[in-house]
Nanobody, 123 residues
Framework: QVHLVESGGGLVQAGTSLRLSCTASERTFNNYAVGWFRQAAGEEREFVGAITSSGSTLYAESVKGRFTLARDNAKATVYLQMDSLKPEDTAVYSC?????????????????WGPGTQVIVSS
């Protein structure tokens, strides 16, 4: 069972950037899509973006043009670069594995969820 760990969260001001990392415990991770999701306090978890093993990406409309996904297979890590952050981006961000490698928005497809990392964007 692969384990995923997120890192890079923190408290930042609106308009600035953060880069989150999702690192896997084994390199079979490189054969699968990885999705990022976020959950704000009192809200449902929502899709942020996904990247397939070949590097194809899909983004939620709310982050398109501001967030960018990339992966470093040598490090078994997927990065979520978040630019032009807004207060409404405040949430716990989690990554998960998609063994179908579709990179879908459908949460039920994903497994091996990481514990999450908190992002707080102040206005």
């Amino acid at each position: 069972q692969v384990h995923l760990v997120e890192s890079g969260g923190g408290l930042v001001q609106a308009g600035t950037s953060l880069r989150l990392s999702c690192t896997a415990s084994e390199r079979t991770f490189n054969n699968y899509a990885v999705g990022w999701f976020r959950q704000a306090a009192g809200e449902e978890r929502e899709f942020v973006g996904a990247i397939t093993s070949s590097g194809s990406t899909l983004y939620a409309e709310s982050v398109k043009g501001r967030f960018t996904l990339a992966r470093d297979n040598a490090k078994a890590t997927v990065y979520l670069q978040m630019d032009s952050l807004k207060p409404e981006d405040t949430a716990v961000y989690s990554c998960a594995r998609d063994v179908t490698d579709l990179g879908t928005t459908y949460q039920a497809i994903y497994d091996s969820w990481g514990p999450g990392t908190q992002v707080i964007v102040s206005s």
